[in-house]
């Protein structure tokens, strides 16, 4: 049986600092195959060389990933400061308008970091520029120094909301994750409902209310050991599991 295709978007980057390159992290592309069990698929996020119809023709569901540029803040109308960061324009003109039409056509999307605030601009909602700055807030970013185990460690827990998707999909209602953003949400859009929290205060986790498809949305990174940690084997499969039961559908 032919697995369902994921599609993975990407960033915008530079190899060497001057050669332009899209890109997305390897344990996206492993989680999405290994734990998921779909096709991953690499997605230049820009409007130039793909279009939204064009992506929502060949894939059955979407992996919006984490990044280090940041959601313009025109998207939520707000004036850019040197605390919203640097900026990917092009990823908000594919994205913003895919999430739309995946929340409208029942496509599944799993949102992780920068895909996690992605759904919630996209939905209506707005961002604060740096969590760390706000009274009574943590640092969530990630740790300047040490190995990549040590930076993707779990480092708070998250609290869910009883009887919401996420403790049905991971049978708990508090669970232990990495903290790797800056951002976060502001003002949640109208349709977007907060299931998870960290012990600030921080939104964590999210989904589009009476969307028709997977809409779980994370702030941390569930892509790190996926295959091992618990929590995150169970959100990767159950959006796998949503990827395939929609790729049945559209075959009916």
Not at 26 to 45: Q, T, Y
Not at 57 to 73: A, E, K
Not at 127 to 146: A, S, T, V
Not at 200 to 209: F, H, R
């Amino acid at each position: 049986m032919t697995r369902p295709i994921v599609g993975i978007i990407g960033n915008s980057d530079f190899l060497n600092g001057d050669y332009p390159v899209f890109t997305s992290g390897k344990m996206n592309v492993e989680a999405v195959s290994h734990v998921s069990g779909c096709v991953p698929l690499l997605i230049p996020a820009n409007p130039n060389v793909v279009s939204v119809e064009e992506l929502l023709s060949v894939c059955d569901g979407f992996l919006l990933t984490g990044g280090r540029p940041n959601v313009h803040p025109s998207e939520y109308d707000e004036i850019e400061t040197e605390a919203h960061g640097a900026f990917d324009r092009c990823r908000d003109e594919i994205t913003l308008p895919l999430v739309r039409a995946c929340v409208e056509r029942g496509v599944p999307f799993f949102g992780v970091c920068r895909g996690f605030q992605e759904v919630n601009v996209a939905m209506g909602g707005s961002l604060y520029p740096e969590i760390r700055d706000l009274e009574g807030r943590d640092n969530h970013r990630m740790p300047p120094d040490g190995t990549v185990e040590e930076k993707f460690a779990l480092r708070h827990e998250v609290t869910f909301e009883p009887d919401g998707p996420f403790h049905k999909v991971l049978g708990t209602t508090k669970a232990m994750t990495n903290t790797l953003h800056g951002q976060g949400v502001k003002r949640a859009g109208p349709r977007i409902v907060i299931d998870g929290y960290a012990p600030d205060g921080t939104p964590e986790a999210l989904y589009v209310k009476d969307a028709k498809g997977f809409t779980m949305s994370v702030q941390w990174h569930p892509e790190w050991q996926a295959a091992l940690d618990p929590t995150s084997k169970a959100l990767f499969g159950a959006f796998g599991d949503a990827v395939r039961a929609y790729a049945q559908s559209k075959q009916a």
